[in-house]
C-alpha cells in the first residue's frame, strides 16, 4: 500500500495536500482505489462550488460499486480534474498524481487538523 | 472491507440481509481454500464467493477473447426422480420438459399463481424418471419447499445442493481448453445437451454445453470432494492460452450484457416471465402449470410491464433500483446496469410501462436525485459472432 508521508489522510479514504495559500489538493488514496476495483466513473462539483466538510461532494463508480466522495474539510472549490471525464481509470493508476479530482480554497485551515498521518491512516486500514 | 465503501448496488439484497444478521455464517464452497488468499471475496446470497480475482475488466475481457474459470458451486442443485417426476416438473415449470431427451437441458421458470417468478432454473434430463434441477444459490431453500410442497404419486424430491459443485468454464477456448483433459469427443456436446461420467483427467463429471456469458462454454458439475483438483487441472490446461479464474463480478457483466435475467434483479416475485421477455420458455399450450393462466393471458395480449435496454445521454450510469421517467411520470426502475466492458457505454436493463418500451423512446434515469436523459435501445448489448 502506497503512502505518501507528506499527505493527510482522512477517515473516508481521501487524501489531502497542502499546497500553500490555504489551498490543498484531494484524491482519494491508493487503498481506496484498490478496494474499488476498475473505476469507471467520477462525478466531481464544479469550480466555485462551496463544500462542507464531512459531506458528500461528489460519487466515483467502479464497474459494481457506487462510493461517495466526502469532503476531508469545507471550502470553495477552485480546480477540478477534468481528465478524469475520459480517463476515470487514472485514479487506479495514479491516485496520488494524474488521479487527482479537486483543489479546495479552505475556509477552516484547523479542519486539517482532523487529519491522519500516513502511519496512523495506515493503521486504521489494517485495523479493518 | 472498509465502511466507507457502500454497498454495491449489484449485491445490494445480500449486503442488506448481511448487515441485518451480520455474522450469519457464510457458507463456503469446496474452492474457497484453493482461492482464499488470491481473490477478493464478499457474502453473496450466504455464500463466501470471489467476486474478482485479477480485475472485473481484464477477467470480462479474457471470457470475451479467450476463457475464464468460474466456481459456481454455489448455485444449487435437486434430483428429482420417480415415475411422477416428469407430472411434477411440468406442473412446476412454464417451459415443456416433456421435450426433452435424455442428455438434454432446458432453460425454464417456476412461478407463483399470479405469475410472479419462484426462480428461473434448468432442467436436466438425466435418464428416464431422473431429472436434475439447478437453482439460484439464494433460493435453494425456498425452491425445495416448493418443489416438495407440490409433489405427488411416486416421486422423490432430494437437494443434492451440498454434494454437488459446478465449475463453469466460458470462452471461445472453452472447448479447446477443457479437450485436453479427456478422451471424450467435447465438440459432439452442442448447445444445452451435455454428457455424464464424462472422465476429466481422472476426475468424472457431467459436462454440460451451457452458461451464463453469453459465450461458448461448459458447466461442469461433480462430486464436491474432487472440485479443487479439477479447477487446478483446467487453468493448467488453459495456462498457454491465457484462461484465468473469475469471480462474480465478471460472471455479472458478462451475464449482463448478453441479457441473461438475473434472480433478484430482472426476476422476483413480483415479476412474471413475459415482464422480464423471456416468453421463449413458456409454453401455455403444454398444458396445466402453476401460473399458466395469467401467463398465457400475457402472452397473448402483452404484459403490462416490460424489459428493456437503456443507454445514458447524460453523463451518469444507471444502477439496480433507480427510478426510470418519461417526463413527470415514473415509469418503471432499472434493474441492472453499469459500463458495459465490451462497449464502453453507460447501458442498464430497465423493467417498463409497456408503452414507454419502444426503442428510440427518451426517457430519463433518476441518479441519486437527479435526472439524466437516456433512451430505450435494442438487447443483447452483446451477441457472440456464430462459428
Known amino acids: 500500500m502506497n503512502l505518501p508521508e507528506e499527505l493527510k489522510y482522512s477517515e473516508e479514504h481521501e487524501w489531502v495536500k497542502e499546497e500553500g495559500g490555504n489551498k490543498v489538493r484531494i484524491g482519494i488514496t491508493d487503498f481506496a482505489q484498490s478496494e474499488l476495483g476498475d473505476i469507471v466513473f467520477v462525478e466531481l462539483p464544479e469550480v466555485g462550488d462551496e463544500l462542507e466538510a464531512d459531506s458528500p461532494f461528489g460519487s466515483v463508480e467502479s464497474v459494481k460499486t457506487v462510493s461517495e466522495l466526502y469532503a476531508p474539510v469545507s471550502g470553495k472549490v477552485v480546480e477540478v480534474n477534468e481528465d478524469l471525464e475520459d480517463s476515470p481509470e487514472n485514479v487506479n493508476e495514479s491516485p496520488y498524481s494524474d488521479g487527482w479530482m479537486i483543489v479546495v480554497e479552505m475556509s477552516n485551515p484547523s479542519d486539517l487538523e482532523k487529519l491522519m498521518d500516513a502511519s496512523k491512516y495506515k493503521e486504521m486500514v489494517s485495523a479493518d | ?387
Not at chain 2, 206 to 235: H, N
Not at chain 2, 315 to 325: A, C
Not at chain 2, 335 to 354: I, Y
Open chain 2, 1 to 387: 472491507m472498509a465502511a466507507w465503501l457502500k454497498p454495491c448496488p449489484l449485491w445490494q439484497t445480500e449486503w442488506e440481509i448481511m448487515e441485518v444478521e451480520i455474522v450469519a455464517e457464510l457458507k463456503q464452497t469446496p474452492l474457497y481454500p484453493v482461492y482464499k488468499d488470491e481473490a477478493k471475496l464478499v457474502p453473496f446470497a450466504g455464500w463466501e464467493m470471489p467476486v474478482q480475482f485479477s480485475g472485473i475488466k481484464v477477467e470480462h475481457e479474457a471470457v470475451r477473447t479467450r476463457a475464464g474459470l468460474f466456481d459456481v458451486s454455489h448455485m444449487g442443485e435437486a434430483e428429482i426422480t420417480g415415475p411422477d417426476a416428469l407430472a411434477l416438473i411440468q406442473k412446476l415449470t412454464t417451459n415443456d420438459a416433456s421435450k426433452l431427451e435424455v442428455g438434454q437441458a432446458q432453460y425454464t421458470l417456476m412461478c407463483y399463481p399470479d405469475g410472479g417468478t419462484v426462480d428461473d432454473l434448468l432442467v436436466y434430463k438425466k435418464a428416464e424418471d431422473v431429472y436434475l434441477l439447478v437453482l439460484n444459490a439464494a433460493n435453494i431453500d425456498k425452491d425445495v419447499e416448493w418443489i416438495e410442497k407440490h409433489a405427488a404419486g411416486e416421486v422423490t424430491v432430494r437437494n443434492v445442493s451440498d454434494e454437488t459443485a459446478q465449475l463453469a468454464l466460458q470462452g471461445p477456448l472453452a472447448e479447446q481448453v477443457l479437450q485436453r483433459l479427456t478422451e471424450t469427443d467435447l465438440s459432439a456436446i452442442k448447445p444445452f445437451r451435455f454428457l455424464q461420467d464424462v472422465d476429466l483427467d481422472g476426475v468424472r463429471g457431467m459436462v454440460s454445453r451451457t452458461g451464463y456469458t453469453g459465450e461458448d462454454g461448459f458447466e461442469i458439475y461433480l462430486p464436491a470432494e474432487q472440485a479443487a483438483d479439477l479447477w487446478k487441472k483446467i487453468l493448467a490446461a488453459g495456462k498457454e492460452e491465457g484462461v484465468i479464474p473469475c469471480g462474480l463480478g465478471a460472471r455479472d457483466t458478462l451475464r449482463f450484457e448478453a441479457r441473461l435475467a438475473l434472480y433478484g434483479n430482472e426476476l422476483s416475485a413480483s415479476v412474471t416471465p413475459l415482464e422480464a421477455g423471456l416468453g421463449f420458455a413458456v409454453k401455455p399450450e403444454k398444458g396445466e402449470f402453476i401460473g399458466r393462466d395469467v401467463l398465457a393471458r400475457q402472452k397473448e395480449e402483452g404484459a403490462p410491464r416490460k424489459l428493456v435496454g437503456l443507454e445514458m445521454i447524460g453523463r451518469g450510469i444507471p444502477r439496480s433500483r433507480y427510478p426510470v421517467f418519461a417526463g413527470e411520470e415514473e415509469i418503471g426502475e432499472v434493474t441492472s446496469g453499469t459500463q458495459s466492458p465490451t462497449l464502453k457505454k453507460n447501458v442498464g436493463l430497465a423493467l417498463v410501462k409497456r408503452e414507454f418500451s419502444e426503442i428510440g423512446t427518451q426517457v430519463e434515469v433518476g441518479i441519486r436525485g437527479k435526472r439524466v436523459a437516456a433512451q430505450v435501445v435494442k438487447t443483447p448489448f452483446y451477441k457472440r459472432s456464430k462459428k
